[in-house]
């Protein structure tokens, strides 16, 4: 009897000797010490939590303050050795890549590409919280390297569709593009070109445009060929906007192989578009009866170069101007305003447009032609458009569709005594059956103008009126008056996150005219709207304009 008591007492001892031997909870080096401890490691792993969150709150989220770098020195080691040491432990181990993902610690970057090795059905989850984690840490160039090639093969890996492994392509493919590093080019091409029924195509424009942030050249032809690529299901889904946005961001380079592409000499686009047309006529024959590869190939090419702005293109985009078909003549027109032109060249340009807007044709499609010419003749900001708007809106031979956008386009440039011409007019002629419409499009215009004529410090004010029509006209004014103005650069740029479209884009649209050095500030604006909006309605249709301004603002600035 007395042995076993012997024994109790000596059990006792020890577990009151362990009981003594528990770190404090509110000592973080203790308690990164019992992450070695399966038992207590559960407990350590919450504690750890709780005091990184106290820390960091305290210090206003500020990584760099002297107490939270105190607790990396103590935590980030120990959690980075007892991940590694402890794969069978899976969810304590997700609990500490949760904790790594909050301190962002490059110290514990050997657990984090071990978590990048992903199995199936085991640690998917473990490998998103890992490329979480890279989309904000700061690296040094030598481990951005290894984590390209980490997050590169995590990547490789994915085989399937399933609801995680989309989860997992999306992370990867952000984390691979946030580095923003040419060598995460070739995983994520691999992606953007890829056309298969295991990945969804939403990721191939997902890799286009982390691609497209890199601004290499040696992305042109990829990106060239993205330009045609789409869904295999869905013919309608392409990633023509995102591919022509990483043109644009690689600028000057990119200049010679559209011109290429422009003349039908590059086979691969050719292809992919043929592809293209075969595809749309399975769903509708008539609609891929009226498509041709040139006609495909010239409107994309078209397109970019008009967003470069270089006048390098201004001799071949002349010729597209001046082309037989009337689309043709139209996107080469219009491309045409967006150049970077001297005085002669740019007299060329309206002779051109004028041209193409006589002969739009008939019909609808004639009317279609017309009001797009008149959009991109307003986004000019030249006076000397005006006297073209003031007759097409009050001849009666026009079409009324096309009067109230020429109303509209000479209203939205006119100054205090070019307002009351039109106002003359529209007093005159009360009987026009269009009269109520032209009030209806104008009236706040007029207002402004009337109260600001020529006056670029009242246009300022008006910036910050609560009435969308009036802001609007404000920043058309400002376009027209203000280039090179850093108050109304930044005017314009706090207004490219309002409620209305119409405001958004006629902000995005006079900064691309008055930011002739670049506008970091609207740069940071368009990315801060990407993030938080995409895959919204107002981003949609904001990012067709914004995307292309926001990277010829980029271009200028550097």
């Given at each position: 009897?007395?042995?076993?008591?012997?024994?109790?007492?000596?059990?006792?001892?020890?577990?009151?000797?362990?009981?003594?031997?528990?770190?404090?909870?509110?000592?973080?080096?203790?308690?990164?010490?019992?992450?070695?401890?399966?038992?207590?490691?559960?407990?350590?792993?919450?504690?750890?939590?709780?005091?990184?969150?106290?820390?960091?709150?305290?210090?206003?989220?500020?990584?760099?303050?002297?107490?939270?770098?105190?607790?990396?020195?103590?935590?980030?080691?120990?959690?980075?050795?007892?991940?590694?040491?402890?794969?069978?432990?899976?969810?304590?181990?997700?609990?500490?890549?949760?904790?790594?993902?909050?301190?962002?610690?490059?110290?514990?970057?050997?657990?984090?590409?071990?978590?990048?090795?992903?199995?199936?059905?085991?640690?998917?989850?473990?490998?998103?919280?890992?490329?979480?984690?890279?989309?904000?840490?700061?690296?040094?160039?030598?481990?951005?390297?290894?984590?390209?090639?980490?997050?590169?093969?995590?990547?490789?890996?994915?085989?399937?569709?399933?609801?995680?492994?989309?989860?997992?392509?999306?992370?990867?493919?952000?984390?691979?593009?946030?580095?923003?590093?040419?060598?995460?080019?070739?995983?994520?091409?691999?992606?953007?070109?890829?056309?298969?029924?295991?990945?969804?195509?939403?990721?191939?424009?997902?890799?286009?445009?982390?691609?497209?942030?890199?601004?290499?050249?040696?992305?042109?032809?990829?990106?060239?060929?993205?330009?045609?690529?789409?869904?295999?299901?869905?013919?309608?889904?392409?990633?023509?906007?995102?591919?022509?946005?990483?043109?644009?961001?690689?600028?000057?380079?990119?200049?010679?192989?559209?011109?290429?592409?422009?003349?039908?000499?590059n086979e691969a686009a050719n292809e992919i578009a043929a592809a293209y047309i075969e595809?749309?006529?399975?769903?509708?024959?008539?609609?891929?009866?009226?498509?041709?590869?040139?006609?495909?190939?010239?409107?994309?090419?078209?397109?970019?170069?008009?967003?470069?702005?270089?006048?390098?293109?201004?001799?071949?985009?002349?010729?597209?101007?001046?082309?037989?078909?009337?689309?043709?003549?139209?996107?080469?027109?219009?491309?045409?305003?967006?150049?970077?032109?001297?005085?002669?060249?740019?007299?060329?340009?309206?002779?051109?447009?004028?041209?193409?807007?006589?002969?739009?044709?008939?019909?609808?499609?004639?009317?279609?032609?017309?009001?797009?010419?008149?959009?991109?003749?307003?986004?000019?900001?030249?006076?000397?458009?005006?006297?073209?708007?003031?007759?097409?809106?009050?001849?009666?031979?026009?079409?009324?569709?096309?009067?109230?956008?020429?109303?509209?386009?000479?209203?939205?440039?006119?100054?205090?005594?070019?307002?009351?011409?039109?106002?003359?007019?529209?007093?005159?002629?009360?009987?026009?059956?269009?009269?109520?419409?032209?009030?209806?499009?104008?009236?706040?215009?007029?207002?402004?103008?009337?109260?600001?004529?020529?006056?670029?410090?009242?246009?300022?004010?008006?910036?910050?009126?609560?009435?969308?029509?009036?802001?609007?006209?404000?920043?058309?004014?400002?376009?027209?008056?203000?280039?090179?103005?850093?108050?109304?650069?930044?005017?314009?740029?706090?207004?490219?996150?309002?409620?209305?479209?119409?405001?958004?884009?006629?902000?995005?649209?006079?900064?691309?005219?008055?930011?002739?050095?670049?506008?970091?500030?609207?740069?940071?604006?368009?990315?801060?709207?990407?993030?938080?909006?995409?895959?919204?309605?107002?981003?949609?249709?904001?990012?067709?304009?914004?995307?292309?301004?926001?990277?010829?603002?980029?271009?200028?600035?550097?």
């Amino acid at each position: 009897m007395s042995m076993r008591i012997g024994t109790v007492a000596r059990v006792l001892a020890v577990v009151l000797t362990l009981a003594g031997c528990k770190a404090d909870p509110d000592d973080p080096e203790g308690q990164a010490e019992e992450l070695a401890d399966p038992v207590r490691r559960p407990n350590a792993i919450a504690n750890l939590h709780r005091l990184y969150g106290t820390v960091l709150a305290d210090n206003g989220s500020d990584r760099n303050a002297a107490p939270v770098k105190a607790f990396a020195d103590q935590v980030a080691a120990p959690l980075n050795q007892a991940y590694i040491d402890n794969p069978a432990d899976s969810q304590a181990r997700l609990s500490m890549l949760t904790l790594m993902n909050e301190m962002r610690e490059p110290r514990t970057i050997p657990a984090l590409l071990v978590a990048l090795d992903w199995r199936p059905e085991v640690s998917e989850e473990h490998a998103m919280l890992s490329a979480k984690t890279f989309q904000y840490m700061e690296l040094d160039d030598a481990k951005k390297g290894e984590v390209i090639e980490a997050l590169g093969a995590a990547l490789g890996k994915i085989r399937q569709a399933r609801p995680v492994d989309n989860r997992l392509r999306v992370e990867l493919i952000r984390a691979l593009g946030r580095l923003e590093d040419p060598r995460a080019a070739p995983h994520l091409v691999r992606v953007a070109l890829a056309q298969t029924e295991e990945q969804s195509f939403q990721f191939n424009r997902l890799a286009g445009g982390a691609l497209g942030k890199l601004g290499d050249p040696e992305m042109i032809d990829p990106m060239i060929r993205g330009l045609f690529l789409f869904s295999p299901s869905n013919p309608a889904m392409r990633m023509n906007d995102v591919a022509g946005e990483a043109l644009v961001r690689i600028g000057r380079p990119a200049v010679a192989p559209l011109l290429a592409l422009l003349r039908g000499e590059n086979e691969a686009a050719n292809e992919i578009a043929a592809a293209y047309i075969e595809a749309v006529k399975l769903r509708d024959e008539q609609a891929a009866s009226q498509m041709s590869v040139a006609q495909i190939t010239g409107g994309e090419a078209t397109y970019v170069l008009g967003n470069l702005g270089l006048p390098e293109a201004f001799e071949p985009l002349l010729a597209e101007a001046r082309a037989e078909d009337p689309d043709r003549r139209v996107n080469g027109s219009i491309a045409l305003v967006r150049l970077n032109l001297g005085g002669a060249e740019s007299q060329q340009v309206k002779t051109v447009l004028l041209d193409t807007y006589e002969n739009a044709g008939d019909g609808f499609r004639g009317v279609q032609r017309r009001a797009q010419l008149l959009a991109a003749m307003r986004q000019a900001y030249d006076a000397t458009y005006l006297d073209f708007f003031f007759e097409q809106a009050t001849s009666g031979d026009t079409h009324p569709e096309v009067r109230i956008q020429a109303m509209l386009a000479y209203a939205l440039l006119a100054t205090k005594g070019e307002a009351a011409r039109a106002e003359s007019w529209l007093a005159a002629n009360e009987s026009d059956n269009y009269h109520a419409s032209f009030q209806s499009a104008v009236q706040k215009s007029f207002e402004v103008a009337d109260g600001c004529d020529e006056d670029v410090a009242c246009y300022l004010g008006m910036m910050d009126d609560s009435d969308a029509e009036k802001v609007r006209k404000a920043a058309f004014m400002l376009g027209r008056l203000a280039v090179g103005n850093s108050e109304a650069i930044a005017k314009l740029t706090d207004k490219l996150g309002a409620a209305s479209i119409d405001v958004r884009l006629s902000a995005i649209q006079a900064l691309d005219r008055i930011a002739v050095a670049g506008a970091p500030a609207a740069v940071e604006k368009i990315e801060e709207l990407r993030q938080v909006e995409e895959g919204r309605a107002i981003w949609t249709q904001f990012s067709r304009e914004a995307l292309p301004i926001e990277a010829r603002l980029k271009v200028r600035a550097s």
